[in-house]
């Protein structure tokens, strides 16, 4: 991203210019930018055997998905939902790893029919309804047994789920009894072990402190007869948010987890959303009014928490940038939007540039979980989604109408 005749650019398309032409509040996402992050993942494991899949949670929408999966992308799926994405976006089932603590038995059967490659199962009853549910179908079910490997990802609480406390995964320590017992279940196929400890690690270091316990335990069941073939590490690094934060090199992050691999022969999974995304995206909102409460000055602007809720629910911290630069000295104030809640903000008692209403702000680091947790509360329409390509854009979700927030209801 950067500024051209003072107007901000993502790749070569003018921001001022789609947020005139599409309105606002609208998502902008880079495709170069998504294809870059993907290969710095591929280019790192190179010739060592690995499967990228891409975690559609994080930005599901159609376009977004067949531009991962024509770059070679697999996908980490968390629902039913997001299969029928990938399927719709032409992403190869034969690719896709079903994530989740609860899979419905119609969720297990739809993946089952599609072929998936593996099941990420996350407890004893749920290995045994795809194992009844494959022999129903006369087939055999690839699994790998989420761990919950106990290590503290130190990251938002909301987004820590490797201590014993959260409900992912199985523990550690029962992990190979589950597996010797699940040996019964002969509709089954042991193929992997997966771990996933959380979201937004700034440090690679607990990542890679659970592929260690990982690689121990796959060790243990080897010598158990198991043909575990691959380990999978969940969810890829973390992002900078902030222009002086650091986040982890994904060349030298791969290095380490290739060198604990090959030793073992192991194939290895990874299901990075964020790192992909997460950079490749801003929401642009244009400034509705300014105004002052006591000495605290408020920037209210068409987007909202229904649009970006990363503010309110994990009080995150989004970048901002004007659209247009100016030279006006900076102003401290609360970015708002319109919805009747406190939590509402985007920035709070931020310093900010000089804006004036219909001045446009670009929300930056809104790739992931952006849309993708958006909601209609306040009977707001979702945004409309955008894909620049160079100097081209083109809707890739248009805008909701009135027509669709009242879609099935009576
Ligand atoms: C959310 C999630 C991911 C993606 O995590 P990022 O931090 O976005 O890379 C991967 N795997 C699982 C199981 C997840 O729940």
Not at 49 to 75: E, T
Not at 128 to 157: E, S, Y
Not at 295 to 317: H, Q, S, T, W
Request: charged share 25%.
């Amino acid at each position: 991203m950067t500024y051209r005749d003072r107007v901000l650019h993502l790749e070569q398309a003018p921001l001022a210019e789609i947020a005139a032409r599409a309105g606002t509040p609208a998502y902008v996402y880079s495709s170069a930018g998504i294809e870059q992050n993907f290969r710095a993942y591929d280019a790192a494991f190179g010739s060592a055997p690995h499967s990228i899949c891409y975690s559609v949670k994080a930005n599901g929408n159609l376009s977004i998905l067949r531009l991962l999966a024509r770059a070679g992308s697999g996908f980490d799926i968390v629902s039913g939902g997001e299969l029928y994405r990938v399927m719709k976006a032409g992403g190869d089932p034969a690719r896709v790893v079903f994530s989740g603590v609860g899979k419905t038995a119609a969720e297990i059967d739809q993946a089952l029919e599609a072929g998936i490659f593996v099941f990420n199962a996350e407890s004893e009853p749920e290995l045994a309804l795809i194992d009844a549910l494959a022999q129903r179908r006369g087939r055999k079910a690839r699994v790998a047994l989420r761990i919950n490997p106990d290590v503290d990802a130190a990251t938002h609480a909301y987004i820590s789920t490797g201590r014993l406390a959260h409900k992912f995964g199985v523990d550690i320590g029962e992990a190979e009894a589950v597996y010797l017992r699940a040996r019964e279940l002969k509709n089954l196929s042991f193929e992997g072990v997966s771990c996933h400890i959380g979201s937004q690690l700034l440090d690679s270091a607990p990542l890679l402190s659970a592929l260690d316990r990982l690689m121990l335990l796959i060790d243990r069941l080897r010598a158990h007869g198991f043909e575990i073939r691959h380990a999978d590490l969940g969810g890829g690094v973390g992002i900078a948010y902030k222009p002086e934060d650091a986040a982890p090199d994904i060349a030298g992050f791969v290095k380490q987890v290739r060198e604990r691999a090959a030793v073992r022969g192991l194939h290895i999974l990874i299901e990075p959303g964020r790192s992909i995304a997460g950079n490749a995206g801003v929401l642009l909102t244009r400034v509705l009014y300014r105004k002052k409460t006591g000495d605290k000055e408020f920037v209210v602007v068409d987007a909202a928490m229904n649009d970006l809720i990363r503010p309110a629910l994990y009080g995150a911290y989004h970048h901002i940038l004007p659209v247009r630069q100016t030279e006006a000295p900076p102003l401290r104030a609360d970015v708002v939007g319109p919805v009747c809640e406190t939590g509402d903000f985007l920035a709070r008692d931020r310093e900010i540039p000089q804006v004036l209403p219909g001045d446009v702000l670009a929300i930056l680091s809104a790739g992931a979980y952006g849309f993708a947790q958006s909601s209609n509360y306040n009977s707001r329409p979702r945004a409309a989604e955008i894909l620049v390509e160079g100097s081209q854009w083109r809707i890739i979700r248009r805008r909701e109408s009135y027509e669709d927030l009242i879609r099935g209801e009576e």
